[in-house]
Antibody
Framework: EVQLLESGGALVQPGGSLRLSCAAS????????MSWVRQAPGKGLEWVSS????????FYADSVKGRFTIFRDNSRNTLYLQMNSLRGEDTALYYC???????????????WGQGTLVTVSS | VLTQPPSVSVAPGQTARLTCGGN??????VHWYQQRPGQPPVLVVF???DRPSGIPDRFSGSNSGNTAALTITGVEAGDEADYYC????????????FGGGTKLTVL
């Protein structure tokens, strides 16, 4: 059974930093691209960042580019999101999601974690 | 940019058609997610019309021209949820995009 368990969410002040983790199990982690998707309270889904299975190819939404860094440790089956210079608009539930698909245009999220809450406020 | 109507309402047993509009979306692969309150999203259709195992065949997808659609036949109370479409966008900095979501209400 595929499981994705996020952790690291917290209340942080504007300008602060936070690192999220996602522990994966039930599949060959090193074989799949992974992503972070967030959802602000009462709002829709927003793709944040993705990383290829080889940890080389990385993609970021414009809203987080230059502030967030995605990385993974295939030896630990864990995905990370380093978030710096946090803003109020980063407040959201952050989901870890597994990608499936043959090409980027076919990539879809076939498994999701339960999410970890990040609140940016003074 | 993907455009979804904010809300759609249907009576139980009827058919709901949820649309996702975008420029030449018919040339994209469109994926659909169902999100019930307080739950993470669940994939219901991928690659325009394929269903993951466990998703009933009441859920079907189509995609042509500037509109993709998720059709739910024989709507049940348990189908009440938010539904999001998603595509790959390489028109600028490449990445993935979600539509704004449609709230399906079962009357």
């Amino acid at each position: 059974e595929v499981q994705l368990l996020e952790s690291g969410g917290a209340l942080v002040q504007p300008g602060g930093s936070l690192r999220l983790s996602c522990a994966a199990s039930g599949f060959t982690f090193s074989g799949f691209a992974m992503s972070w998707v967030r959802q602000a309270p009462g709002k829709g889904l927003e793709w944040v960042s993705s990383v290829n299975n080889d940890a080389v190819g990385k993609f970021y939404a414009d809203s987080v580019k230059g502030r967030f860094t995605i990385f993974r440790d295939n030896s630990r089956n864990t995905l990370y999101l380093q978030m710096n210079s946090l803003r109020g608009e980063d407040t959201a539930l952050y989901y870890c999601a597994k990608f499936r698909g043959g090409t980027y245009r076919q990539y879809h999220f076939d498994y999701w974690g339960q999410g970890t809450l990040v609140t940016v406020s003074s | 940019v993907l455009t979804q109507p904010p809300s759609v309402s249907v009576a139980p047993g009827q058919t709901a058609r949820l649309t996702c509009g975008g420029n030449r979306i018919g040339s994209q692969s469109v994926h659909w997610y169902q999100q019930r309150p307080g739950q993470p999203p669940v994939l219901v259709v991928f690659d325009d019309f394929d269903r993951p195992s466990g998703i009933p065949d009441r859920f079907s997808g189509s995609n042509s021209g500037n509109t993709a659609a998720l059709t739910i036949t024989g709507v049940e109370a348990g189908d009440e949820a938010d539904y999001y479409c998603q595509v790959w966008d390489d028109s600028g900095d490449p990445g993935w995009v979600f539509g704004g979501g449609t709230k399906l209400t079962v009357l």
